[in-house]
């Protein structure tokens, strides 16, 4: 199919993160700190983060199955289309169906970073968010230009981090982030708050 043919942009996908996800955009400093992709015993992935085992959850990568076979439970990347998490075979499976652009949400990290905002130490936490954003805009979104809308994600707990991300990733193009429309359950000011 033609790109020109396409009409149809999706502007609510999930990404399954991929294990390569910290691998080029974060300081050495903290990479020892940051989530690990691992295979459990059951034969199920997740990611390990402090402590945590955070798992592929089946409801974050339908695409291809038949809504009987929908369920949270963990799930391993084999178990998974390939498009979910392979950003090449994301853009065939778009071919297919038709799909000129796409917006993605994360997953293991939560819809708008929320795994970032609950670290032990905050400042791995923004260092966490900000090697994110750089494999979404530039690796996941970069290698496919035009059939990715990037959504980065804000560190919300520290409003001056907040404007810094907001000035650091409109400078690479993107103009969408994804906030929690109700930040009071994360402890944060309500929307309607001076702080927003």
Known sequence: MNTEDMILISVDD???????????HLPDKWKEFAPKFI???????????????LPNIGLNAV???SPEEYGIDPTALSDIRRGCWDVAERVKDMNRNGVLASMNFPSFVQFCGQLFSKSKDLDMGLNLLRAYNDWHIDEWCGSQPGRFIPCALLPTWDMKATIEEVKRIAKKGCTAVSLNENPTVQGLPSIHNAYW
Do not use: C, S
């Open 39 to 53: 295979h459990r015993e059951d034969g199920t992935d997740a990611w390990l983060y402090e402590g945590q085992e």
């Open 14 to 24: 999930h990404i399954v993160e991929p294990p390569t996800l910290f691998d080029n």
């Open 63 to 65: 695409a291809g199955k």
